[in-house]
């Protein structure tokens, strides 16, 4: 929350308040404290205060170092900046490049996404949630990792046992060949 004194010369962000003031004051009627004479010293004529109460916004999840699997559901949650009352669009990201519009949120403060089967695996992820001008909310979630819904060894390693096997096979129950014909007799 930002305090201002509004002079007729001049605007000023206070900084010798206290009272009701920080990022956990919720809505209602509050006091704040201005220490003027330790702000500007000497100080007349006539004052008027503007309040700025910037909501926080945070997002709960996901967490850092998250791995959202292809195919499986993966929530997004968060709480503050007026969130509620505003629509929310949820905006996938790989690195700095924006992939997709996810879903658009109205009223809500998660939403569960079903990662889709095609993206491809890889690190680097994020979302960026986006309000309207009602709230300003503009922030990215921590990176995360998209992983294959059966990891790739599962997958590769069978086959190379196959093939690894079949190999082995021939190789072992080779038979000598038999003597060429003699094209005379």
């Known amino acids: 929350m930002d305090i201002f004194a509004i002079t007729p010369k001049d605007t ?5 308040v206290y009272g009701d003031i920080g990022d956990s ?9 201005w220490n003027a004479i330790g702000e500007s010293g000497r100080f007349r004529g006539p004052v008027k205060f503007r309040v700025r109460a910037i909501p926080s916004f945070l997002i709960n999840d996901p967490r850092e170092d998250l791995t ?26 790989q690195y700095d490049n924006a992939l997709d519009t996810i879903h658009v949120v109205t009223q809500a403060d998660k939403y569960t996404w079903q990662v889709p089967d095609d993206l491809p695996p890889g690190k680097g992820y994020r979302v960026r949630i986006v309000g309207t001008g009602k709230t300003g909310i503009d922030v990215f979630t921590h990176d995360f990792i998209i992983a294959r819904k059966i990891p790739l060894y599962y997958i590769i390693a069978p086959a190379a046992a196959l093939v690894g096997g079949t190999a082995a096979f021939l190789v072992l129950r080779r038979k000598e060949l038999p003597p060429p014909i003699d094209p005379e007799k």
């Open 12 to 16: 000023i962000r206070l900084t010798k």
């Open 25 to 33: 004051i919720s809505v209602g009627d509050h006091s704040v404290v």
């Open 68 to 93: 959202a699997k292809r195919g499986n559901p993966f929530t997004f949650s968060w709480y503050g900046g007026n969130s509620y009352l505003d629509d929310l669009s949820l905006v996938l990201y």
